[in-house]
Every structure is written in structure tokens, then in C-alpha cells.
């Protein structure tokens, strides 16, 4: 996400989760969980819908415009890189380079686009997971629709921001997220993220805006 994770903003009023448009305080959040899981993500209130970038932030905002003008680069979007059976294995993270704040990645693509600056809108496709137990908790490639955001500035987990700002388009990456960098202690929608979850996120930056 979606997908949403990561600054100190003013929680916004309650809104709804399926434009994918709303930046809103996880930390508030209530959960709506319905039998499918992509109708069931953690909402900053009441709403008919879910809001994916919810899974993806800490604190909030405005309402963004709805999606890109256009999409001046463009990568192909296709998840079956970002699927995960089972629990993950230590080997599985074995070549990870670490970032001082704690963030671990291994580039699976290096993109051949241009890489985003600070605060610029890009959308991204994600499928993330819990690392004690390998549990899909929301993956945008199943909805066909990647996240849209302003990367840098806050709208999603840290972990996002820093490891997407050093992606180019066309680039496919797994993260691996320690807890403070992505939702702490906190409880997300009720258990579908434990507190002090470590997190594992397989990410593409699939476009910049034009």
C-alpha cells in the first residue's frame, strides 16, 4: 500500500477507505473488517468504504486529488514477484543491504526510470506481510490498483519513505521494516498488525507524476 506508514500530523475527520485518496491517523483508527479481506482495511472512521492507504500511514491530512494527470513513466505493475507462502525464512534475507535508521532492502529489479524527489506524487503497488508468520495482511496487486502518494513527506510508514526516495521507476524491492519504522506499538485494525510488528513489503515503483 496501501500501502499507508509515517509523520506527526493532525488526525483528520473520519472519511472513507477505498478512493485510496485520504492521508488520516492510523493510530485512531477503527476497523471495519468485513469476509473479504479487500474490503476489510482499517478505517480513520466511519464509511461505507476502506480506505488502502490507511494500511500506509501514521498521521494526517487532507483529502488528494483524485489520481494523476497523467503518468509521465510507467512500469508494468504484474505481482507475481510479490507473492509469499508461508513463514519466511532467515536465508530468505541473506544479501540485505541496511540503512542507519534500521532499514533493510534487497533490490529484486533496479528500475530504469527516474527516481523520485522529496514530496513528489508517484504511485507504487505493494504486497506486504507480517514476518512472524508470513500472513498477507493487503497487497494493492490484488486490487489492480497501485497506491498513489506523495512520497517523502510523511504520508506513509517511514520505511516507506526512505526506501522508495532511493527507487527508480521500473524498480522492484523488498523492505524489510522494523517496528519503529513502521506502525510501533500500536494495534492495527484490531490485530491485523500486531504492535511491534516487523514488517516485510515487496514494492514496485510503478510511475512519477508528470
Known sequence: MALSTVCAFTPAPP????SVRQISSISRQTCALTASRMQSLPSAGKG?????????RTGVSTILAAGFASDAFAASGK??????DGPFSDSEFEGFSQTPSGLK??????GQGPQPKS???IKAHYSGYLLSNG???????????????NVGVGQVIKGWDEGLLSMKVGGKRILLIPSEL?????????GLIPPNSVLVFYVEL???AA
Open 15 to 18: 472519511s472513507s477507505l477505498s
Open 48 to 56: 461505507e468504504n476502506l480506505d488502502r492507504r490507511a494500511m500506509l
Open 79 to 84: 505481482g507475481d514477484w510479490a507473492r509469499h
Open 105 to 110: 532492502y534487497k533490490d529484486i529489479e533496479v
Open 119 to 121: 514530496g513528489q506524487k
Open 135 to 149: 500472513k498477507l495482511f493487503d497487497s494493492s496487486y490484488d486490487r489492480g490498483q497501485p497506491l498513489p502518494f
Open 182 to 190: 513502521a506502525y510501533g506499538k500500536r494495534n492495527v485494525a484490531n
Open 206 to 208: 510503478v510511475s512519477l
